[in-house]
Each structure stands twice: as structure tokens, then as C-alpha cells.
């Protein structure tokens, strides 16, 4: 009987059992302020702990945000290794860093606690006026917990934010955004502009310290740049995500035939290295392999020679398209499949001057539910000839020199 009531009182005090105990419980820790005006705020908060692509996604936001709310102090809570993507007086006067501990899906007793302390004690001092989450499902790292404990009176997010996943966080939100439907992520970040009536600006766009490009500059004279010089984006969070080594050497072998003065650099982490030395084999000399070697902010200042990119389905796609590459995505996502999964081009597709998501159109047998089997199936139905097709429509489009409004700015060291 103990052993029961004890597990019974340790999922209760998990994030999970907190979240929906405020979703029962709770109208709200503290009432709604008057106040709806946010151009008047004093402090704002804005929680992004997600993903590195999900905060580029947001640049456009933050920038519309901090230009509109001249007279806050703007804190962005990001994870570490966003931190770069976000240190920048556009976007905000302060980086908070979200405690890897405080992600998952269901936080433990401890570490839901110290969420909850951390919350108390850094607000306490310096009230908040409004706490934004733009973002539109299931926050993995429990921003909202952290919001409602922060003491804001206006705690911001959509209701389909609210509603993800059956936590039903309606307790710990004091301005409900009405949207039940699933969308781009960039449209949840308009809607939430125009719900604090606001200029709806939301085209992710980064910035590129000095540093960094002094260094890209140093290591590769960029002389040619567009259109001689592409990228591949080789590296995934998950093994269904990976089109085949395979087939990237084979699209690097007939690019060298077709553009010989073409330049591919490979894109990824330090667990793509092996993978980068097989995609070089064969090349005819016109890989250059970076992976690993480059921080965020040095790899968006060479993606920023670079006329056209093309990788799978990850942060990288969405460094380049914000900083005006053309962007050919190959994704695992079946073209009639489930068209509000977590991951699909639906909620997460690429934003750029011009871009093209190529997808499965069947399934491989093996596929199930969310297509997430640890290995490389649907993905693997989208052709070499299929992607040698979308990159020349890409340099077709960058050839024109045409101009967008996508042109990263330089920041100062």
C-alpha cells in the first residue's frame, strides 16, 4: 500500500503530472494584468528553449519584437548551444540559458524543483510585465511551468500550444491565442505578433558576427562564391532522416561532371566525419569537408557564399535559408502521409528565397507509425535524379540575380 501511494505521489510531481494538475486546478497563479499594451513593458521574456533550426525559425520574430518594444529589457531563454544564434541587441538585451536538465518529456521530482526555484529566485527581484511562447506544440523543456512560476501577470501562448498532447496547460497561460490547427511554425510567430498588435514581420534572418566572417574569408577566398560554390547538409538527429551516404556521393560525382567549377562543402557535425571522407571519395576534387570544424556562426558566414543548398531535414537547412541560400530539402516525410507530425515540412519546412522539399511518395514496407524506425526507409525512395533536378531549378533561380530581403546583416565584434 506505501509502495502505491508513494509512486502515486512521484507521478504527480513529475512536469507531466505538474502540467496537468495546472490544466485542472489552476485559472492562473496570478490574475491577468490590465496592461495590453506590450510596447509599454518593462521586462518581457521570451522562452525558445527548443531545437537550433526552431531558433533560427524565430529571428524574425525576436527582431519584430525587440524593434516594436523599444523600452523593455528583452531576455531569450535558449538552450546552450543556440546561445550564438541569439547574442545580438536585435534580438534581445539579455541570453538565458535553459538548463539541460529541465528538458525531456516528463521532468523527475528534482529537477522539476529546481525549474520551479530557478523560476522564483531570478524573477523576484525584477519582475516581469510578459512571458512569450512562440511556438506552437508540446514543449519538450516546460516552458510554461517555468512562465507561471516566474510570477508574470501575462503569460502569452496559442492554444493548440496549450492543447499538444492532451496536457491541457490552459492553467498557466493568462492570454490564450484561439488556434487549434497545426501550421508553419513561422505562422504561429505571426499570429502571436498580430494577437499583441504588433507588425507582423516573422522571415527568420541571422546575423553574422565579424569574427566569423573574417574567418570563413581567411580559410576560402571567396572570389567565385555564387553560383561556384554550394553545400551539402549530410548530418540528422535521426537515422530515418539521413538520405544515404550513397547517394550523396553519387550527386556529388555528377555535379563535378556537370559544373566542373563547381565548389561542394559538406556540412555537419564531428559524427560526420566519416561519412563526409565517403562522400569525397571519387569526387573529382571539388569537396571540401568541414564538418566539425566550424562554430554555428562560421558556418552561416560560408553558407552565405554559397548560391544553393541541399541537405536532410535539420538546424542547417534553416541556417542557410536565412542567410539566402537557395534550399533543396530531402525529407522522410511521405507526400500524403500524416501532415501535422512534430517534424513535417508542414510545421517545419525550410524559408528562403527559393525552396524546393522533395518527398517520398510511398512508403517503405518497414515504415510504422510516425515513420521513426532507426534507420535510413522512406527517405531512401527520393532519387539522385530527383535532386539533380531541384538544384538545377536553384541555380537556374540564383543565376538571375535577382535580390531579396533575406541578406543577413554584419554585426559589429
Known amino acids: 500500500m506505501f509502495n502505491r501511494i508513494r509512486q502515486k505521489a512521484s507521478r504527480s510531481l513529475t512536469s507531466t503530472g505538474l502540467n496537468r494538475a495546472a490544466g485542472r486546478l489552476l485559472r492562473s497563479r496570478h490574475p491577468k494584468s490590465d496592461a495590453t499594451d506590450i510596447t509599454q513593458a518593462k521586462r518581457i521574456l521570451v522562452l525558445k528553449p ?27 531563454a535558449v ?52 512571458v512569450l511562447i512562440p511556438r506552437s506544440g508540446w514543449d519538450h523543456a516546460n516552458a510554461a511551468m517555468y512562465a507561471w512560476w516566474s510570477g508574470a501577470p501575462n503569460v502569452c501562448a496559442h492554444e493548440f500550444f496549450c492543447n499538444d498532447r492532451g496536457l491541457k496547460r490552459h492553467g498557466f ?18 499570429r502571436m505578433l498580430q494577437y499583441l498588435k504588433l507588425d507582423s514581420g516573422i522571415r527568420p534572418q541571422l546575423e553574422i558576427s565579424i569574427p566569423a566572417a573574417k574567418k570563413i574569408t581567411r580559410l576560402f577566398p571567396t572570389g567565385a562564391g555564387r553560383p561556384n560554390w554550394m553545400a551539402f547538409g549530410i548530418g540528422a538527429s535521426h537515422g530515418s532522416k539521413r538520405w544515404p551516404m550513397e547517394n550523396f556521393r553519387r550527386l556529388a560525382q555528377d555535379l563535378s561532371r556537370q559544373r566542373p567549377d563547381l565548389t561542394i562543402f559538406l556540412i555537419g ?6 561519412i563526409a571522407r565517403s562522400i569525397g571519395a571519387g569526387s573529382g576534387g571539388i569537396i571540401v569537408d568541414v564538418t566539425g570544424q566550424l562554430s554555428l556562426s562560421e558556418t552561416a558566414a560560408l553558407l552565405k557564399h554559397c548560391g544553393v543548398y541541399v541537405g536532410n531535414d535539420s538546424g542547417p537547412i534553416h541556417l542557410a535559408g536565412a542567410v539566402g541560400c537557395t534550399v533543396v530539402e530531402v525529407s522522410k516525410h511521405p507526400l500524403g502521409g500524416n501532415p501535422v507530425h512534430e517534424c513535417s515540412p508542414v510545421r517545419f519546412g525550410p524559408v528562403a528565397a527559393w525552396s524546393c522539399v522533395l518527398q517520398p511518395r510511398t512508403l517503405a514496407l518497414k515504415c510504422r507509425d510516425g515513420c521513426n524506425e532507426p534507420d535510413a526507409h522512406c527517405i531512401t525512395n527520393i532519387s539522385v535524379d530527383q535532386v539533380l533536378n531541384a538544384i538545377a531549378q536553384a541555380f537556374d533561380f540564383t543565376s538571375t540575380g535577382r535580390k531579396t530581403d533575406n541578406e543577413p546583416a554584419e554585426a559589429t565584434d
Open 50 to 76: 527548443d531545437g537550433i533550426g526552431d531558433v533560427i525559425l524565430s529571428t524574425g520574430f525576436l527582431r519584430s519584437l525587440r524593434r516594436q518594444c523599444p523600452k523593455a529589457h528583452i531576455t531569450v
Open 79 to 130: 538552450r546552450e548551444a543556440s546561445r550564438e544564434l541569439v547574442e545580438y541587441q536585435c534580438f534581445g538585451d539579455e541570453v538565458m540559458i535553459w538548463k539541460e536538465s529541465w528538458c525531456g518529456v516528463a521532468l523527475k521530482p528534482k529537477p522539476a524543483m529546481d525549474l520551479i526555484k530557478s523560476a522564483r529566485a531570478k524573477w523576484k527581484s525584477k519582475p516581469l510585465d510578459w
Open 173 to 190: 497561460v493568462t492570454r490564450l491565442i484561439p488556434m487549434r490547427e497545426m501550421t508553419h511554425e513561422t505562422e504561429f510567430h505571426r
Open 269 to 274: 557535425g564531428t559524427d560526420d566525419r566519416e
